[in-house]
């Protein structure tokens, strides 16, 4: 009787609790929509729903922005769930191998990747609080994981921009400046990387810390909440075609179960949306595809506004669309996804449990081999994916060869990785491995090629039949460390090896480069090999222990020799044998460049490569006296305004001076329309043209030209420093269709008439366009070097393989 009574009372007082749990608005103090809320305001919202109603809300927090923001995950079911949160986790992983009792819907809600499509923030706010209050009856049978703000560095500048420049009250004329946000969005993180292009390459932190986190409970639902263009309604599933060939039918049927729930909603509102157009399901790196290849239902909403939107703007159609709007749009949608998933539990659990049976792909396992360091890079990020993998004996694999792209044999040694599709991660492994992925269609909003063995820069066969393995690590020689050396010798062919040469040369340590190959002690070493020798460092203080630090930190073997006199090649005192300057680097940025790209390069410098860069803002860049830096670099951009014939000039007279100026993509294009460089654009292939082109026609016609991101296997002239460290072959990803002649000399990476991709689309008048033409290549001037990156070896961060290009453009071109 008495414990009833309690039951009673508790019951009462929770109820009472879940009435008085506060709006968005009653916390914040301002009507929601009226005004963005910064993430302080956000996370404090969130953390008040955990004191207030703990027994239904769970609140993480799981990492940290670059600029020290917290990231977190709010929980949220019905109390008795929340109680037994871990037994569900448990019983829902289980599923992955066909096990466990979950019968519970896991729907995770990802808001605000993009940080300037600042509506999903705010609707997160009143999604939660509407589950917690009249939508309660959903969480019965769902947990729902929501993440109010995947970037919360992008969304706060976003948000302070906006506040700073807005006017009062906010004005709906779309040329007011609150409307225009100028080159740094908030779109991208920190270091002006796309989040929502980084779930497979996990370069920055908030997509490594998250990702440990989805890994703890693989939902069967994730949604990733955007914003478009203002005069766009709203989009919702089903996504678009190209689809993965991995993605299931259940896959596909669910997309559209939960589409026609969204238009059940819309339609008695008398909104606008559409489906099916724009967003595909192809490029693993999405917030979408990625947890579609993780057997979830990923999607991707898409409402209008984003930047451009501000608290309310007049559209083309002379409408005002008002932030009060947009929430109500993405909280429909959001709410809408729970119940459907809710009124599913059971077969979403079913076919959960489905998707990770029976995968009989036909690779069966991929085996790579070569440099250890990149074997092991690569090894990191199969890690961070919770991808398993082993090494094989000496034996040889058979099927496809990624080099030759024929089928044949490898011989592999010990070091050999093996990834086998034969595990909960498979599907993963065959999306970010295969050769090349099937397209359904080559209009794609993104990248068609990213198979890791060529952006890692490995041999590799894709073989037919499951490869064993024998190690589950690398095997690393270890050789201790001989103090009183001559001179300390060490390999160049990763960035790895970059690093520790960065590492050094900030430290003050003197390090020469073999321009020549040579051989010592029955070990030879190829052009770019480091040689740092004991007299060159008497004046380094501690000199063997800071070299034994360095080389431990960043895995570096150094050999040990007793002399400079080599048994081939060119002695340690030869002229051949140069020694290494630490450049002063300078980059620009700032309107004349695109940001992604100057965010790669800082993001290059600073997080991976670990050396210091100088940012030159455009605005001011013309007064700094260029003598100051050894390295300028010109990330892609518009330099049409920029570079008048009075920078040009100073330029050029700073190259012949002794600077190395790097220009990638938009900035050769100005260097070769400006003209006085060796550069030159290629001459438009002619297009046969047979009959009209009826306009229904045009967008395809223009595919023949595009190329959406495809790897094509270049030649190297690795006796060129650009290239050393290289083979003969590289195969770069182009991002289009730009096409330079060659240069007179210095040409280090080109491609000859064979211009198909090996992997991923390009247009047959691309492919035409593409032959003969320039990669990568330097040119002398006076007493420095113009470097041409064509394509960007620096693109997302992933190309691996890529990376020393850029570090050889700094250390070995002189
Ligand atoms: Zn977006």
New binding site residues.
Partial sequence: MRLSLLLCFSLFLSILKAQNIKTPSEFLGYDLGSQFSRHHEVVAYYEYLAETAPDRVKLVRYGKTNERRPLILAYVSSKENISNLDDIQTEHLKSINNKGTNDKAIVWLSYN??GN?SVSTEASMKTIYSLLTEKQAYLENTVVIIDPCINPDGRDRYVNWYNQNKNTPNQVDPNSVEHHEGWLSG?SNHYMFDL?RDWAWLTQIESQQRLKQYNKWMPHVHV?F???GVNNPYYFAPAAEPYHEVITDFQRQFQETIGKNHAKYFDANGWFYFTKEVFDLLYPSYGDTYPMYNGAIGM?Y?QGG?GRAGLGIITNNGDTLTLKDRIDHHFTTGLSTVEVASNNSVKLNQEFKKFYQNKNYKYKSYVLKGDTDKLDALTKLLDQHEITYGFTKNSTVKGYNYTNGTFGSMSTDQNALVVSTDQSKGTMVKVLFEPNAKLSDSLTYDITAWSLPYAYGLDAIAATSLVNTQNSTLNTELKPFEPNSYAYVTDWNSLKDAKFLASLLQKKVKVRKATTPFTINNQSFERGSLIITRSDNENVKDFEQTLVATAKETDKILHPVSTGFVDKGKDFGSSYVDMIKAPRVAVLSGEPTRTLQFGEIWHFFEQQLNYPITVLEGSYAKRVDLDTYDVLILPDGNYGRFLDEETLKDLKEWVRSGGNLIAMSGAIDQLASKGGFGIKKKKNESEEKEKPLAHKDLQRESMKKAITGAIFKTKVDNSHPLAFGYTDTYFTLKLGAKAFDYLKTGNAVYLENNTTPVSGFAGSTAQKQLGNTLVFGAEKMGRGQVIYLVDNPLFRGFWENGKLFFANALFMVD
Avoid: F, I, L
């Fill in positions: 990747v993009h499509e779109r929502n990733d955007h914003e478009q991707t898409e984003s």
